[in-house]
Nanobody
Framework: QVQLVESGGGLVQAGGSLRLSCAASGSIFSINRMGWYRQAPGKQRELVATVTSGGSTNYVDFLKGRFTISRDNAKNTVYLQMNSLKPEDTAVYYC?????????????????WGQGTLVTVSY
């Protein structure tokens, strides 16, 4: 069974930085794309950034320049470096992966979500 486990959330003051990590484990043949989404209280989940296995990145426009996504393919891990954090960045951050699981001689495409990690930015 494929799992995504996030870490690195917490409480930080405005202007500070945090680095989130997400490690994928299980019967993984390949991971095409990994990314981060976030959901603030009372709002819908929204895209933050994604990165493909080839290193191509995509960011939501209003976060460009403050957030950086990176990936270690050998470790099946994706990172999100968040700088100059603002109170409006407060949200639960979810890791997401589009991957191929290989089990019992069969491959199947999956979209997997992590359990989420809370980031709170205080004034």
């Amino acid at each position: 069974q494929v799992q995504l486990v996030e870490s690195g959330g917490g409480l930080v003051q405005a202007g500070g930085s945090l680095r989130l990590s997400c490690a994928a484990s299980g019967s993984i043949f390949s991971i095409n794309r990994m990314g981060w989404y976030r959901q603030a209280p009372g709002k819908q989940r929204e895209l933050v950034a994604t990165v493909t296995s080839g290193g191509s990145t995509n960011y939501v426009d209003f976060l460009k320049g403050r957030f950086t996504i990176s990936r270690d393919n050998a470790k099946n891990t994706v990172y999100l470096q968040m700088n100059s954090l603002k109170p409006e960045d407060t949200a639960v951050y979810y890791c997401n992966a589009l991957l191929v699981e290989s089990r019992w001689g069969r491959d199947r495409y999956l979209e997997v979500w992590g359990q989420g990690t809370l980031v709170t930015v205080s004034y």
